[in-house]
């Protein structure tokens, strides 16, 4: 016997999967594998930030020392460092995520896969929102990654915002 889902909202979505266990609904990520996923995934990006940095500054100083300098050197640095490390975060966590492993190494060495919430596969747009959507998360102060504690199928802000859901292989 198959089960009816009809839902209005996601949050409903998610309370009638869990509840009714839909044939092939896959078994939510849990905060804790996904905790240590995205530690071991800032570890990576924080290690190619780095590497991307000193090529951004090796190029900041050889400009500098061509052009004779500028006063505003050092706020440039800066601003080059939030930049790239912004950049850096997108694209590992966006291309990692709408990959054909469905997930960054971080997720992938913990058991895990991001899905739509109807268990396919996402795109690039897609994992672009859901890292959109951790800004928001970490706007809120964190907030935003801790509601997965309480909501149903362990969902963040971020999954929220671009409809996905972290899964266990």
Known sequence: AGC??????????????????????????????????????????????VLVMIVVLLFIRRSFQESGGFDGAALLVIITSYLCGILVAWLYFAIGDASAR????????MGLKVTGVNGGKIGFGRASLRYVGRLLGVLTMLIGFLIALVTPRRRALHDYVAGTVVVRV
Request: proline share 2%; charged share 25%.
């Open 4 to 49: 009816r889902v009809r839902a209005t909202t996601m949050d409903q979505m998610d309370r009638m999967i869990m509840e009714q266990g839909i044939e092939g609904a896959a078994k939510p990520g849990g905060f804790g594998r996904r905790l240590v996923a995205f530690l071991i995934d800032g570890v990576l990006v924080f290690i190619i930030n």
């Open 102 to 109: 469905q997930g960054t190494f971080g997720k992938r060495m």
